[in-house]
């Protein structure tokens, strides 16, 4: 078993540039920090510190662990915050994380300051899966989940999905369009494989080989500016284009046949007990859906 103190030792060395550096930022004597150090190597079997000049720099074996190290002085100190019932890491896929979340975590915040600190950790859904699994996050919001074991999870928000087209586009002045024209206009974001590709087969029926592929961008952002340029069109959460359509830079408009939308996923470690912060979150985002 690795010893943290030696780990955190380890990554002090590195990050301060040398054992005399290292001491002094520990608050510990510098043939603490060398014994240390040498305890470590000689678990691990592989030498991870290099002297050169009077600095101290990794081995190729030292660089690769380092990550790793961090990594788990993080979950360390995240440990010692979940037994004292303080402090909560949100994890979120990008369009849950930029467009809808933060509202949320201020009103939670002013609704529960006994909490603490709210770390956000935004990314794609396969990054937010694996924070989740490496305990580095305490709930995860995404747009997908396939029920991998370890976890409780359920649909907290279900997000209307709008196709949206740029202001001159021959759809502009219509509020709802017909399924089968949207296999005429290129679809941005639509290609076989994709989210958007899968709610549309899904729920309208549409093979994702029938659609007239647009270009693939990779992300919302991007997607929302080649609309804007007369790329094609596409579709996005009613909640990542509210501000455009307010300003008339965008057009939003619903499928006639059946409105779509996109179940939004709350994620927590099935372990967690329910007085802990991210249960105490997910009960706040249920009641505020």
Known sequence: MLNLTQVATFVAVVEQGGFHEAAR???????????????????????????????????????????????????????????????????????????????????????????????LRIGSNPETVRLLEDSEIDIGLMEWWDDRPGFDSRVWREEPVVVIVAPDHPWAGRRTIDRTALLAEPLIGGEPGTGTARLLERELGIAPETLKAGPQLGSTEAVKQAVRAGLGVS?????????????????ALAIEQAPLARSLYAIVSDSLPLG?????????????A
Request: no cysteine.
């Open 25 to 119: 930022h520990l608050g510990v004597s510098q043939p603490t920090v060398t014994q240390h150090i040498k305890k470590l190597e000689a678990d691990l079997m592989r030498p991870l510190i290099v002297r050169t000049h009077g600095k101290a720099g990794t081995t190729p074996h030292g660089a690769a662990f380092l990550p790793f190290a961090r990594s788990l002085m993080h979950v360390a100190g995240r440990a010692r915050d979940a037994l004292d019932g303080r402090g909560l890491v949100v994890g979120a896929s990008s369009n849950i994380g930029v467009y809808l979340l933060q509202p949320l975590v201020k009103a939670f915040t002013a609704a529960h300051p006994d909490v603490g600190p709210i770390d």
């Open 276 to 288: 802990s912060p991210a249960r105490a979150f997910d009960g706040f985002l249920a009641a505020a």
């Open 235 to 251: 579709l996005t959460l009613e909640s990542a284009v509210r501000d455009e359509v307010a300003a008339g830079s965008l057009r």
